[in-house]
């Protein structure tokens, strides 16, 4: 029998890292991160906030998504190259910083998001876009604050979170995103969900139309919609009343229009799943 053993202390996760270093550099990510976030740090602090916020967004696009996960960094050779450092924060101070942090700090990252997209607008110009609005559950392994057993395909009756997620179709640009108990009902507060999302857009980004599963149906999301000349596509189930509908518009052609005729480039892109205009 023949052992095998790795051992070389050379080999990195953080291939082509360099890459997303050299377009965080060319955009200016610290400087967006430190003139929108002040959170309160101690004379004595080895890392500045500026920094820690940094290195968490580096953790997150490395897949290190679970705090004792990151302390992988800390003996990857690529990655602290890249950096051009040779220490990386324990796990236990990222717990700290994001501990210390207030509703004041939530508003300022969001700040951080937003001038992303600024800037990103600026270069683009005008365009129209569409708004697709899902949400995905985040299963919890301890005693989170909020946290509450609902609907979790996966892991059934553990505490877990319902994250409501809005972005632009297409590019996948994170608008909005809002934490919710996991027995949240999708229509409680759309509305206002829309709302915030809609001021949240760069002046560039002229909304088109916004598309949701079928949890997030609301009338009043509708004629919210209508009202500002939004086209709008809700996913829903076909339960009897709904087959009677369609039923009565295929045998009146002039009030029915598939989707697929009208644009066949259209396409559901949720969180969870794909789905085709033919489904609904």
Not at 167 to 182: D, M, R, S, Y
Request: proline share 4%; glycine share 6%.
């Amino acid at each position: 029998m023949c052992l095998l053993s790795f051992d070389n202390d050379t080999v990195t996760e953080a291939g082509n890292f360099q890459f997303i270093e050299l377009f965080k550099e060319l955009v200016g990510f610290k400087d967006i991160v430190s003139s929108h976030l002040q959170p309160e740090r101690g004379c004595n602090c080895v890392y500045s906030a500026t920094a820690l916020i940094d290195y968490l967004t580096d953790c997150a696009l490395l897949g290190h998504t679970r705090f004792l996960h990151m302390n992988a960094l800390q003996s990857d050779p690529g990655y602290q190259i890249v950096k051009e450092i040779q220490r990386f924060p324990e796990e236990s101070t990222f717990r700290g910083q994001l501990k210390g942090m207030t509703w004041s700090h939530l508003i300022q990252l969001v700040g951080i998001n937003q001038e992303l997209l600024r800037r990103k607008a600026r270069l683009e110009g005008k365009r129209l876009v569409w708004i697709d609005i899902d949400d995905t559950v985040i299963t919890l392994f301890g005693e989170q604050e909020g946290a509450t057993n609902g609907y979790n395909l996966r892991y059934h009756g553990r505490p877990s979170y319902k994250v409501r997620v809005a972005f632009v179709a297409g590019t996948g640009e994170l608008i909005h995103l809002q934490l919710n108990p996991c027995n949240t009902n999708g229509m409680k507060d759309f509305l206002s969900f829309v709302k915030e999302v809609e001021a949240m857009l760069p002046p560039e980004y002229i909304i088109e139309g916004i598309r949701a599963d079928c949890g997030f149906a609301d009338p009043a999301v509708m004629e919210y919609a209508e009202a500002n000349g939004w086209q709008y596509i809700f996913k829903l189930p076909k339960k009897a009343t709904v087959k009677k509908a369609i039923a009565y518009l295929e045998q009146h052609p002039r009030f029915w229009e598939t989707l697929a005729e009208r644009d066949e480039s259209i396409q559901f892109a949720a969180v969870d799943e794909h789905w085709s205009a033919a489904d609904t």
